[in-house]
């Protein structure tokens, strides 16, 4: 005896749900894509309910090509591993869900091709707007870059930079050079004379600012920066660098500051697997107060960053219509020491 199977149903359409719920096909196009113009509340809700009852889910693609744009916000990030960046997708997250919108993560992997790449892209899913919290170059691709940024504006899309006081765009930041002054002033001022920086590659705005702050800060305190280390700034980035340090022989009582938390995580790491003491030996400091480096022993002296509302404000830069870079209150950087950086006597 033979088996036979009704043909499986393909996804339910608009109008399966405005034959379900007894309504016109504008009636439930208003209610199911977003439409300004009012429906009964009780159409409303026998659209909703026929909905739900079928699984019906509306063709984002098509409301895009119909509105010029998505319920969409793309946010573009170096490196989904980073702490740090988890923490600013968090405030976009929570901007978004409170304008009822979607955000969708991109990684550059601090490629400049690749994040042009992602850009072009993205032009092509129209998302309502654009978040670039990846490392900023001044490199070749710059201009590529920013052709990309303009083609996506021309097309209706909002565009906002992490990168303070960028005049061309909307842009939200806080000043990294300023936070960096002021950890360098600190630890000089608690008897530190002696830092090596471990840094991004030349050209990367974020390390830079923070590479001439902590320099400006430390020396005018009365220390010396012996040396400035560049290459990535991942933990491994971190470890590799300090580790070469330790073969060309690094004195105790020497300051190794990374321009990031991840990079000074692994600064501590590989002085630790040397037989290195972390503090009492040589003196560790970061950037950015990610909650790995509050956990590991001795605790990371670092600067305070607000990254959950940087992403915060980056999202309200999106959708606000009049938005105002002048009026927003600074973010405030805070230096917290602790036991990474113990006074020197």
Sequence with gaps: MSETHAPARGAATLHDVAREAGVSLATASRVLNGSTRKVAESYRERVEAAAETLGYTANLSAQATARGSSAVIALLVADIADPSFG??????????????????????????????????????????????????????????LEAELEAFAGMGGQVVLLDRGDPARRSVGFDNTVGAEALGAELAGIGYRDAVIVGAAEGVRTSDDRIDGFTEGFTRGGGSIREVRRGGVSRDSGYEATRQLLSEGLPSGTLVFGVNDL????????LRDAGRTVGADIAVAGFDDIPNGRDIGPGLTTVRAPLDELGYRALRAVVEKEWDAAAETPLPLEVIVRGSTPPRT
Aim: glycine content about 10%; charged content about 25%; hydrophobic content about 45%.
């Design 87 to 144: 923490q600013l997708a968090a405030g976009v997250v929570r901007g978004a869900d409170e304008a009822g919108l979607t955000v969708t993560v991109a990684v550059t992997a601090r490629d400049p091709q690749r994040e042009v790449r992602i850009v072009r892209a993205l032009r092509g899913q129209r998302p309502r707007g654009l978040i670039l919290a990846a490392s900023r170059t001044d490199g070749p691709e710059a201009a590529r």
């Design 263 to 270: 990079l000074a995580i692994g600064v501590a790491s590989a």
